[in-house]
């Protein structure tokens, strides 16, 4: 009897220390598991294991220790799934993976290994339609009864004259059969009209879930159904925001904490708004293009009032919307590129993006300051080129380094070359990597600056100098912050606010009494305000 009775609390006690040992549960995380820091992330590009020249899931996991000391929470991968092409923004098969980057085991891999880290991967899943190569349209072009509905034919009475949302020509061809593809001729639309469909993205939703996949990016969200690709159908684009919210229900009843955001490129902000009723976070266009005009300016009277009638505008949509904001993405030329290779500019910009609410996105490779403008169909190797330029190898310096695109002949390619690889970036305290670095460090320390969507404008705002407050509050954590900008290119006088959190380019915040140019400075006043 005393025998079991030891065996017991001996039971006991382990037990208690293997659950002291776990990690430790943050209740804010809890409370709001959809806020993170994103980092998108272009696998063909990134790393590569086996030398093949193409980044793949082995060097992705090989990189999470450098992601995880970058500070970042989430990884948006590109498309992984099998294509024809580079980019993968044409699917061939859902339920598997490109061979190119590895097998579906490597991803299971991927997803164990960024678990550890506290790390959430969210896929690019791309539903508006598939490649001219998947076996549905294959089946489709064939007469196939079952799979010709899942995309828009024409009949006898289609008006093929009739334009997309931005003047495009969406008839193309094969086989004598005119069909719908909005973006391309070899990526057909799906039908968003035949339930049939709807049944294939929540079948593929849950697969994709069930194997760990904590979001998703909806690739064309704003053209499930799209103008004019539905002729005997009366609708509006309010269909694509009901589609959205019964998908977004029920994927939050395969996993409650799941996040669903989604490409709506528009930049008006009233058009943007009601896409809150349907996604967490449409990405955030409107302030993009708001904080990376700015960023690049050397002052500005609008900036913060801009900022505070958007989000306005969304909390009407959704009091707790959670925006997504960003600088550039992989539709677009760099961020180092539009501001002319200006460094306190980039900085700059880097301290503005992660000073907003929501969960913000680096579009990988900004953190060094990588290059790439957009070509103009120039061949190599026999083959035209355009975004490719946009999405080129990341500057590791070392064995992972990919080289699937390394044409020198492409201006891109050669800044890149020029640039300081992430290798010598790390070992420099003022290098552009480690204003991303302690600015991520910051935002995760401080709950104002993590969580939250209201900005109230600082009382000194000028045309030098833009600066907010965010305050925070939940249950017994209360926290207000002051991010003050200065855009200009003198120091300007400064006095002491509060408890400083940040200044640019310096840990040192003895005497402080002015910002220096292109920089950006964060006190704590929690306690001014609570005085």
Not at 240 to 257: A, D, M, P, Y
Not at 450 to 455: A, C, E, I, K, S
Not at 507 to 528: G, L, M, Q, Y
Request: proline share 5%; aromatic share 14%.
């Amino acid at each position: 009897m005393i025998k079991n009775k030891l065996t017991l609390l001996l039971l006991v006690f382990v037990l208690l220390v293997i659950s002291g040992c776990g990690p430790k549960k943050d209740p804010l995380r809890e409370a709001f598991p959809r806020n993170d820091i994103y980092y998108e992330l272009f696998v063909r590009s990134f790393a590569d294991s086996d030398g093949d020249g193409i980044g793949d899931f082995q060097g992705l996991i090989a990189k999470l220790d450098y992601l995880e000391s970058l500070g970042v929470t989430g990884l948006w991968l590109m498309p992984i799934h099998p294509s024809p092409s580079y980019h993968g923004y044409d699917v061939i098969d859902y339920y598997d993976v490109n061979p190119d980057y590895g097998t579906l085991d490597d991803f299971k891999q991927l997803l164990k290994e960024t678990k550890k880290r506290g790390i959430k991967i969210m896929l690019d899943m791309v539903f508006n339609h598939s490649s001219d190569q998947h076996p549905w349209f294959k089946a489709a072009l064939a007469n196939d009864a079952q799979y010709r509905d899942y995309y828009t034919f024409a009949t006898p009475t289609t008006n093929r004259s009739l334009l997309g949302s931005w003047g495009q020509n969406i008839w193309h061809h094969q086989d004598d059969q005119y069909y719908v593809g909005y973006f391309s001729p070899s990526m057909p639309d799906l039908n968003f009209f035949n339930k049939e469909v709807h049944k294939e993205i929540a079948a593929i939703s849950q697969f994709w879930l069930d194997l760990g996949v904590s979001g998703f990016r909806l690739d064309a969200a704003a053209h499930f159904y799209g103008i004019n690709e539905y002729q005997n159908q009366r609708y509006d684009d309010y269909e694509n925001i009901i589609f959205l919210q019964v998908l977004r229900n029920n994927l939050r009843k395969l996993n409650s904490q799941f996040y669903l955001t989604g490409e709506i490129y528009i930049t008006a902000e009233s058009i943007v708004a009601p896409y809150f009723r349907g996604l967490d976070s449409p990405l955030d266009f409107p302030v993009a293009l708001k904080t990376s005009t700015i960023a690049g300016a050397n002052g500005s009277t609008t900036y913060v009032n801009s900022l505070i009638k958007i989000y306005e505008l969304y909390a009407k949509e959704n009091p707790a919307f959670i925006s997504a904001p960003f600088l550039f993405n992989h539709d677009m030329d760099r961020v180092a590129d539009q501001l002319g290779g200006d460094m306190e500019k980039m900085k700059l910009a880097a301290e503005m993006l992660l000073v907003l609410p929501g969960s913000p996105i680096l579009y990988y490779g900004e953190e060094v300051g990588m290059h790439g403008v957009k070509a103009n169909g120039e061949l190599s190797q026999g083959i035209a080129v355009w975004d490719e330029t946009r999405r080129l190898p990341f500057p590791f310096g070392d064995e992972y380094e990919t080289t699937w695109f390394t044409d020198s002949n492409f201006p891109s390619v050669l800044a890149n070359q020029k640039l300081k690889p992430l290798s010598l970036q790390i070992t420099e305290p003022t290098s552009l990597f480690k204003t991303y670095q302690q600015m991520i460090a910051v935002r995760k320390a401080n709950p104002a600056l993590y969580y939250g969507n209201h900005l109230s404008p600082y009382e000194k705002n000028n045309y030098q100098l833009q600066g907010f407050y965010r305050e925070f509050s939940y249950l017994n954590h209360y926290q207000k912050v002051l991010v003050i900008h200065n855009l200009s290119r003198q120091a300007q006088a400064i006095e002491a606010l509060g408890t400083i959190l940040y200044l640019s380019n310096t840990t040192d915040f003895t005497d402080v009494c002015e910002i220096p140019p292109k920089s950006t400075i964060i006190f704590d006043v929690s306690e001014a305000d609570n005085a």
